[in-house]
């Protein structure tokens, strides 16, 4: 093994560099280039402009678990200042045991002196030396991250509405607006994030400085700031802040690292550019083999020029001396949108037919019903139609194939028939052996090791030459109790490949089957597809295979399977004299690539054996070349499901493909993100050609002033002037038509220029399984039979009448985008207003200085007033007292200010003044309202809402209105003026009341509520 595959490695070296032409990776991103510099740059590879919707999710998605750590912090400090943990005294936080000592001084009342009489003031009085908000070391922070989110949602919806302009070719209406915001985030994203960090590390390492704050020797005994449930959330703020820092240090690298590989310093001696793809794949294949654990294989791939041809074969098909801009995010829609106007050109084809042949809609595709309980379900219901009654005569089908200019025509094809014997033992023969092709893949193995007690590690399963002829080793544990194991090899590299060789009694055969794809190794061999000639091995063979080319990989693999058969001798003890085998025939089977090399073989084979068989499952469609395609109809059957398209997989069919790619991609006339958004629902061929009309421009129209346009041109003059040959599927060609509706599959005979083309469908992939195909063959209905009479079919495309659709409107069927304004830009103003009110109740709610209170003394003898005090009140609590001597000696209440700092009120207080509770419902209730309101407002920015919708907010926000309204009202009528007699009957305290800052925001919330609600009203009205 390692002699043949470092022969044809050698060969690789020797004899195709010479031929080969060397062409340059070029970057095929159309990455927006925001800046570059001679040492540095920055471009949005490997996303185009008009994906940068993805990173506005992903950014979108950082920032709403910002937002989510966020909201308990604050959520932490709000409730924290309205319990009056924020305050430190003596710089001792809350969590320290000496803070309670503290804190009982600060709440002790005062007593005037006798003159006056015993009068108990409801404020706190400081008696210790110095107080401070502990809040301060980290409110700042907050602060910060408030403004960098909002500013981020900003830009986020800026970034989400200029990515959606243009088309994928036409990138110049997008490019000009997302350059300055891609500079301005990269800038903000820079500061916003070291400013809050910076505070972070400040304000973490502040706490824990000496013993968290509690001093040397001290006990804590509460829950430090370090052990609440908030902090955890903190410390994720932090961390993603941390990771935005580092995008700056990656992308430098990136810079130098695009440097040096354009210095050509990482490329050790292999200059040839297509190494790079050679080394890319070969990695991603050395990842599937460490994910998978080794079970995937890999062990005999080296990288060492097995994925030579294909790399050659890759930049020759998407990558010659011109680049072609497209992204990942192109391939998908260009091929979702490919899929759509092969449907179009399909239906527009079975139009023509119905029209020109005068084919009525019923006989393409015939819809199977029971009418007033006369027919049995499954009759024909147009049985008696004069063209049916040909078409059944004949044994005949319609099928569409299609042809070199991308259009489709209808075909009649013959279909394999109950009535007659060839096509009856032909379908008995593909599902008989189906099943054999099946087993080889991950059953043979394990039966060996369980029932025939061969070792775990063993590579092969031999018999000896006497035992050859004995009826031992069935496999009558797999369904197969006809079949006896004669010899297996599960040997799996670059040319070796697993296979059996069984006997089967019953239909009297020896047959090889050939595993298909399921390793690294066989991966590699499918790619190297480039065609290689035949002329030695029919040489060797015996037979004349002059100008003839196939595969080059599964030849390489056919070779060995060819030695192989020949140095075991198993076949000739098979086929000796003393054999009871010897009259027996020879079949050769194969799914996938099995198939491929199973069809090889059997022209390596037939020389020998003239009577051989091979039935290939789904094979490979650049296999072999036409000529010897057609010579080997006599032996060689091909089976293919509905849309598979491993047997569409060739060389030209990729060339097609990419050309029809790149028509599609440059005709879709509307943003990417509609174009997606219109895909995501299903597309039937009665409304294809109208849905396509929407997202597509004619051919004809195509813009040729793009760079995208004269890309392609260059491109395709000098692919023009390339030549391959050709391959096909071998032999004759069966496929199976998939009527739907659970039925089963028609089978009829198929040209191989049918495959010339890859049809996109959802089922492209899975009509490939193995697995599938042997139900699919064994429950397979010829037609003719009494079961089933439909005789006609058009590969699965009913024809269906074009009626005309009502336009959608085209706001109503938006995409949901931000700002997008589907009602003008006047509900921004109105969300603009209700955030300002939202603002404005949260200061009232926040403060203690609600109102102020002043208290003095009036003299009535004298007739003067003397001004004690003035204190703050507020909905949560009142404010903190603060003595003005140095000393901070106060013996007289007249000696006490008003400080900044609030506490909240003590059980008592609550208990006494039920009207604070009243207050402070009202403010709830308010919050609700008003924040589903904004939310609401927010949704109609960016989305078509209905009437209902803009009732409720109008509700809402006058309830918000009203309730904040009560709260004012409630607080202002308990804090009035009013006169309080004392002992000393001369005497007599006196209160009064003042508007402060917190009821000033409350009666501008008040305004901004009921303006927005005015607002709002004007679409609640419209119908």
Request: proline share 4%.
């Amino acid at each position: 093994d390692d002699e043949e595959r470092g022969s044809i490695v050698g060969r690789w070296k020797d004899e195709e560099e010479k031929c080969t032409p060397q062409y340059l990776l070029l970057n095929t991103m159309p990455a927006l280039q925001v800046f570059q510099t001679r040492f540095f740059g920055f471009s949005t590879r490997p996303f185009a402009g008009d994906d940068l919707h993805l990173v506005c999710i992903l950014v979108g998605s950082l920032r709403l678990i910002q937002f989510l750590c966020l909201v308990p912090w604050m959520l932490y400090f709000f409730i924290d200042k309205l319990k009056g943990k924020n305050i430190w005294i003596n710089e001792i936080p809350y969590w320290c045991p000496q803070y309670q000592a503290l804190k009982d001084n600060v709440t002790e009342d005062i007593v005037f002196s006798k003159s006056i009489g015993a009068i108990y003031e409801d404020s706190a009085i400081v008696r210790v030396s110095s107080f401070e908000s502990g809040d301060g070391p980290y409110i700042y922070g907050m602060v910060v991250a408030i403004v960098f989110l909002g500013i981020n949602v900003c830009w986020l919806c800026m970034l989400w509405s200029a990515t959606s302009l243009g088309t994928p070719t036409q990138p110049e209406r997008r490019d000009k607006y997302l350059r300055p915001l891609i500079i301005f985030q990269l800038i903000a994203g820079l500061i916003f994030p070291i400013m809050i960090l910076v505070r972070g590390i400040k304000f973490t390492h502040y706490v824990r400085t000496d013993n968290f704050r509690c001093g040397q020797g001290v006990t804590v005994r509460g829950r430090t700031l370090e052990e609440q449930v908030f902090y955890n959330f903190y410390s994720v703020l932090m961390v993603t802040n941390a990771l935005e820092i580092l995008f700056w240090p990656a992308s430098f690298v990136g810079n130098i690292v695009r440097f040096v590989k354009k210095q050509g310093m990482f490329l050790r001696g292999k200059e040839e550019k297509e190494h790079r793809i050679q080394y890319m794949f070969g990695f991603m294949f050395r990842c599937l083999q460490c994910l998978s654990c080794g079970k995937a294989g890999g062990k005999d791939f080296k990288n060492k020029g097995e994925l030579k041809d294909f790399a050659v074969q890759f930049m020759e098909l998407a990558n010659f001396e011109t680049n072609v801009d497209f992204v990942l995010s192109d391939v998908y829609i260009g091929l979702v949108m490919l899929g759509r106007d092969q449907l179009e050109r399909r239906e527009a084809a079975i139009q023509l037919a119905v029209k020109e042949n005068n084919i009525i809609r019923n006989l393409v595709r015939p819809q199977l019903q029971v009418e007033n309980n006369s027919k049995t379900e499954g009759e024909d219901p147009i049985a008696s139609h004069p063209h049916r009654q040909k078409l059944q005569k004949r044994g005949s089908i319609y099928i569409l194939q299609h042809q070199e200019s991308s259009t489709y025509k209808v075909c009649e094809r013959h279909l394999l028939l109950q009535s007659n014997e060839e096509d009856r033992l032909l379908m008995q023969d593909l599902a008989y052996y189906s099943r054999y092709a099946q087993i080889i893949y991950k059953r043979v193995q394990p039966l060996t090791v369980e029932e025939f007690g061969l070792e775990d590690n063993a590579t092969h399963f031999t018999r000896g030459s006497d035992t050859l002829f004995e009826s031992r080793y069935r496999l009558s544990s797999l369904d197969c109790e006809h079949a006896m194991l004669s010899y297996a090899c599960f040997l799996n590299g670059i040319v070796s490949t697993p296979y059996a060789i069984l006997v089967d009694t019953a239909k009297e055969k020896v047959v090889i089957t050939i595993r298909g794809t399921i390793s690294i190794e066989d991966m590699v061999v499918d790619m190297q597809y480039k065609p290689a000639g035949l002329e030695k091995v029919g040489v060797i063979c015996g037979t004349d295979l002059k100008g003839h080319c196939c595969h080059k990989g599964m030849l390489a693999r056919s070779k060995w399977l060819y030695n192989s058969l020949r140095s075991e001798k198993v076949i000739k003890t098979l086929y000796s004299d003393e054999s009871p085998f010897k009259d027996y025939g020879l079949v050769v089977c194969g799914h996938s690539l099995g198939g491929g090399c199973a069809s090889l073989l059997a022209v390596m084979l037939r020389p020998s054996f003239p009577s051989i068989r091979c039935f290939a499952y789904e094979p490979p469609g650049g296999l072999i070349d036409e000529d010897l395609a057609t010579k080997c109809e006599d032996f060689i059957v091909s089976t293919v499901k509905q849309d598979d398209i491993v047997p569409r997989l060739s060389h030209q069919n990729f060339d097609a493909l990419r050309d029809n790619f790149f028509d599609i991609l440059a005709r879709i006339k509307v943003p990417k993100i509609q174009a997606f958004h219109d895909t995501r629902t299903p597309c039937t061929g009665a409304s294809v050609k109208q849905r396509n009309s929407k997202i597509l421009r004619h051919q004809t129209d195509i813009p040729t002033d793009t760079a995208f346009y004269q890309q392609l041109q260059k491109f395709r003059s000098e692919r023009a002037e390339a030549y391959y040959e050709k391959l096909y599927l071998p032999g004759k060609i069966v496929h199976l038509l998939d009527p739907g509706d659970s039925r089963p599959h028609i089978p009829y005979y198929a040209s191989k220029h049918e495959f010339d083309h890859v049809a996109i469908s959802k089922t492209m992939i899975s009509d490939h399984r193995c697995f599938k195909l042997v139900g699919f063959l064994q429950n397979a209905q010829l037609c003719g039979g009494k079961e089933n009479s439909m005789v006609s079919f058009v590969c699965n495309n009913s024809i269906a009448i074009q009626e005309e659709e009502e336009e959608e409107d085209a706001e109503s069927s938006r995409f949901f985008m931000w700002c997008s304004n589907p009602y003008g830009r006047f509900p921004i103003l109105l969300t603009l207003g209700a955030s300002i009110a939202v603002l404005c109740s949260i200061l009232s709610v926040t403060t203690c200085k609600f109102f102020t209170r002043s208290v003095s003394v009036y003299q009535s003898d004298v007739g003067d007033h003397s001004l004690f005090k003035i204190t703050s009140v507020g909905l949560f609590s009142t404010g903190l007292l603060d003595c003005d001597k140095l000393d901070q000696n106060c013996t007289e209440f007249d000696k006490y200010t008003d400080s900044p700092y609030c506490i909240p009120y003590s059980e008592s207080q609550l208990s006494q003044n039920d009207w604070l509770s009243k207050a402070q419902i009202f403010v709830a209730c308010q919050m609700v309202f008003a924040f589903v309101s904004l939310l609401l407002l927010c949704i109609s920015t960016c989305y078509r809402i209905g009437r209902s919708a803009w009732i409720v907010i109008c509700f809402m926000l006058l309830l918000s209105t009203l309730f904040q309204g009560l709260v004012f009202v409630v607080h202002r009528d308990n804090c009035g003026d009013s006169v309080f007699p004392i002992e000393d009957p001369s005497y007599s305290i006196v209160t009064s009341c003042d508007r402060g800052r917190g009821a000033s925001s409350a009666i501008a919330a008040c305004c901004f509520y009921f303006m927005t609600a005015l607002g709002s009203i004007s679409f609640a009205c419209k119908k």
